[in-house]
């Protein structure tokens, strides 16, 4: 509980700073409004081993898209899985992986993309260490963004979402 609810502060507090206007609650879930952009985040809690976040907006400027976090508990003694396994469990290539030595605060990450009907889906998977550098968790981060024009716009985008990325910490 206390991953999830540390991820959520830190993805406030990185929206907030990239200068919304408007921050409510409505029903479980946290909305974020920035002029016509809509931002809404959730966040599901699955299992004791298992948290996620999901924020997605759609703006005129932006296009359409989401961010998902997810924690996931590492049962002891059980590594950061292979490339191999990475891909069975996501129904691709090994090959379709590439390696990232690091992105943002995390080390060892692999990284596969694929575009669908206009959507590009990046998806980001890094081993989180305990004190020890053990790996006690993974880290899955999805950023699906869509296609636009407008080239400053999806440079804003890109930027907004980057410093998400880079605040980005998993507390236990």
Known sequence: MKKILAMLLVTIFALSATAF????????????EYDENAIEITAEI????????VMGYKDKAWGDGYITIQVVDLPDGQG???????????G??????EDMP?????????????????????????????DDGEVE??????????????EE??????????????TLKVND
């Not at 699955?46 to 976040?53: A, L, Q, T």
């Not at 992105?103 to 959507?119: A, H, M, P, R």
């Open 21 to 32: 206007a408007a921050i409510y609650r409505h029903d479980d879930d946290i909305v974020f």
């Open 46 to 53: 699955h299992n004791d081993d298992e948290h996620r976040i």
């Open 80 to 90: 950061f899985p292979t490339r191999e396994e990475l891909a069975e469990s996501m």
């Open 92 to 97: 691709t290539t090994a090959d379709a992986f």
């Open 102 to 130: 690091t992105w943002g605060n995390f080390k060892d990450v692999v990284t596969t993309s694929t575009t669908t009907e206009g959507l590009t889906e990046t998806v980001f998977i890094a081993p989180v260490t305990d």
């Open 137 to 150: 968790d993974i880290l899955t981060v999805i950023i699906a963004t869509s296609e636009v024009e407008d």
């Open 153 to 166: 716009a999806a440079q804003n985008r890109d930027d907004a979402i980057s410093a998400i990325v880079d």
